[in-house]
């Protein structure tokens, strides 16, 4: 069975900085699309980032492009989003889980339906 554990949330003030860590056990990272998905409080949840596979090809929403970077340790099977200038519209749940792979790259939706790990709460506020 897949397990994710998300790490590194915590509370920063607009314009702040924050890396989240997504350490994977019981499957192998680099075989796999891997995204970073966030869920604010009575909103859906929508795709971050993803990065693919083998080639490295990101990809990322709108509302984060040039402020978050996502990467990927194949040796330590940890992948990685570096946030900053965070906005209190970043503020929420942030998952990682395997993503819908595409040629080339990847897609921001999840390749499980029904997998998600316990989240890491990032809150962006003054």
């Known amino acids: 069975q897949l397990q994710t554990v998300e790490s590194g949330g915590g509370l920063v003030q607009p314009g702040g900085s924050l890396t989240l860590s997504c350490a994977a056990s019981k499957f192998t990272l680099k075989y796999f699309a891997v995204g970073w998905f966030r869920q604010a409080p009575g909103k859906e949840r929508e795709g971050v980032s993803c990065?693919?596979?083998?080639?490295?090809?990101?990809n990322y929403a709108d509302s984060v492009k040039g402020r978050f970077t996502i990467s990927k340790d194949n040796a330590k099977n940890t992948v990685y989003l570096q946030m900053s200038s965070l906005k209190p519209e970043d503020t929420g749940v942030y998952y990682c889980?395997?993503?819908?792979?595409?040629?080339?790259?990847?897609?921001?939706?999840?390749?499980?339906?029904?997998?998600w790990g316990q989240g890491t709460q990032v809150t962006v506020s003054s």
């Open positions: 990065i693919s596979s083998s080639s490295g090809i990101t």
């Open positions: 889980t395997p993503a819908m792979p595409a040629q080339p790259g990847c897609l921001m939706s999840p390749y499980f339906d029904d997998y």
